[in-house]
């Protein structure tokens, strides 16, 4: 079974300091890892994801993500936060042999604050 | 249409009747997924097509819950005699099948009262 876990409910940051959110995942074979954002009463928009290559990937927005094999991570960082980046963003994985589903964390409350 | 388009955008209706709810997917596109997001829950896998394969249904919750897709075009997701448990907003998502990153509708957002 294939799963994501995004340990933080919330996280705040004062805007213009460096932001994290954390994922973990577990997969059978190498993984798929994506992250997602969600705006308040929006469908969710792509940010970037990791497939194969170098474990540093960076997506829209500023935004980007390290993946470490070791520590079964994938957490998204930005050098410095927007208060527009104030939002919900989700991680999710799937196995490369595991069918195309992707299962997604339960989300991570972003606020970003002047 | 240049993205994932849902229908209708908000359903409220009364515990015990049927619902429908329309996907229309971007054009090429020959995945379609639905996916089900409570509130504190994150998103819930519910079923998936992939062309004229046979569809992944094994994140459907109950035999109340189907969906049907003609071709690689639209996909209905029907849930009979609804239960309040059911309100939830329904994303659809649709993706090509190579990369893998898909492409979300803005959601259904069913109320059972």
């Known amino acids: 079974a294939q799963s994501v876990a995004q340990p933080e409910d919330q996280v705040n940051v004062a805007e213009g300091n460096p932001l994290t959110v954390k994922c973990t995942y577990s997969?059978?074979?190498?993984?798929?890892l994506f992250w997602y954002v969600q705006y308040p009463n929006r469908g969710l928009q792509f940010l970037l994801k990791?497939?194969?290559?170098?474990?540093l990937v960076k997506g829209s927005y500023g935004f980007e993500a390290e993946f470490n094999k070791s520590q079964t991570s994938f957490h998204l960082k930005k050098p410095s936060a927007l208060v527009s980046d104030s939002a919900l963003y989700f991680c999710?994985?799937?196995?490369?042999?595991?069918?195309?589903?992707?299962?997604f964390g339960k989300g991570t409350s972003l606020l970003v604050t002047p | 249409g240049a993205g994932v388009s849902q229908s209708p955008s908000n359903k409220v209706t009364e515990k015990g009747k049927d619902v429908e709810l329309r996907c229309d997917p971007i054009?090429?596109?020959?995945?379609l997924y639905w996916y089900r997001q409570s509130l504190g829950q994150g998103l819930e896998f519910l079923i998936y097509?992939?062309?004229?394969?046979?569809?992944?249904k094994s994140g459907l919750p109950s035999d109340r819950f189907s969906a049907e897709r003609t071709g690689e075009s639209v996909s209905t997701l029907t849930i009979q005699r609804t239960q309040q448990e059911d309100s939830a907003v329904y994303l659809c998502a649709s993706s090509t099948m190579n990369t893998g990153e898909l492409f979300f509708g803005e959601g259904s957002r069913l109320t059972v009262l």
């Open positions: 997969v059978s074979g190498n993984p798929y």
């Open positions: 999710a994985v799937r196995g490369a042999n595991s069918g195309y589903a992707l299962n």
């Open positions: 990791y497939i194969t290559g170098d474990n």
């Open positions: 097509f992939q062309g004229n394969s046979a569809p992944d």
């Open positions: 054009s090429g596109h020959t995945a």
